[in-house]
């Protein structure tokens, strides 16, 4: 684990979509919210303000007004700007050069993420639950895939977990 003591993991909004949705909604299990705010704070995990944009919801989406809190997307916001022509390089290379404006609006903010975890190849990691299609072309290309073109770290919620030890227990065990 030591490995993974410098290393910066840039969730997907698929992450807290699917935990609020199917594995950690926030009444029941409370402690995946603190954790995931506890290792932003502590700079080891973070969202591009373009994915946090995707998170989108009513009244009833907690997680959506949980992720858009003043105070918390203060600490999960990536503080950076993305490189226009790393973005570029992203879409002309790992989908295509010549999407069209359904394509671009498909792949939606995927190219962002990719780009941000570009900036610092060895340090950073992409966390999605997209898995891997290799045969799939264009924007229908999936972020393990166009992330394995650059040479991306990329890896799905159950290995973030394994990386950053997460448990029910977990504020009981960092005392």
């Known amino acids: 684990m030591s490995e993974e003591r410098g290393k910066l993991y840039l969730l997907d909004a698929n992450i807290l979509i699917h935990a609020h949705d199917y594995y950690y909604p926030q009444k029941r299990v409370p402690e995946f919210w ?23 919801g009513g009244e009833s989406d907690i997680h959506a007004k949980w992720v858009h ?29 010549d999407l069209s404006d359904l394509e671009i609006e498909k792949i939606g903010k995927d190219p962002f993420l990719i780009a941000y975890a570009m900036k610092d190849i060895r340090n950073r990691v992409v966390v999605t639950n997209e898995t891997p299609k290799p045969s799939k072309t264009r924007a229908n ?12 770290q ?11 030890d997460f448990s029910t ?5 960092s005392l």
């Not at 603190?34 to 989108?56: C, V, Y």
């Not at 918390?72 to 570029?88: R, S, Y």
């Not at 290309?141 to 991306?152: A, L, M, Q, T, W």
């Not at 227990?169 to 065990?173: F, S």
């Open 141 to 152: 290309r999936k972020v393990p895939d166009v992330c394995s073109k650059f040479g991306v």
């Open 154 to 164: 990329c890896c799905n919620v159950y290995q973030l977990l394994r990386d950053l």
């Open 69 to 97: 809190h003043k105070i918390n997307k203060t600490h999960i916001m990536l503080p950076e700007d993305f490189d226009a022509g790393i973005l570029h390089q992203v879409v002309s290379d790992g989908y295509a050069e």
């Open 34 to 56: 603190e954790w995931i705010l506890f290792h932003a704070t502590s700079g080891r995990l973070k969202m591009p303000r373009e994915i946090i944009d995707e998170i989108k």
């Open 169 to 173: 227990d977990w504020k009981i065990r």
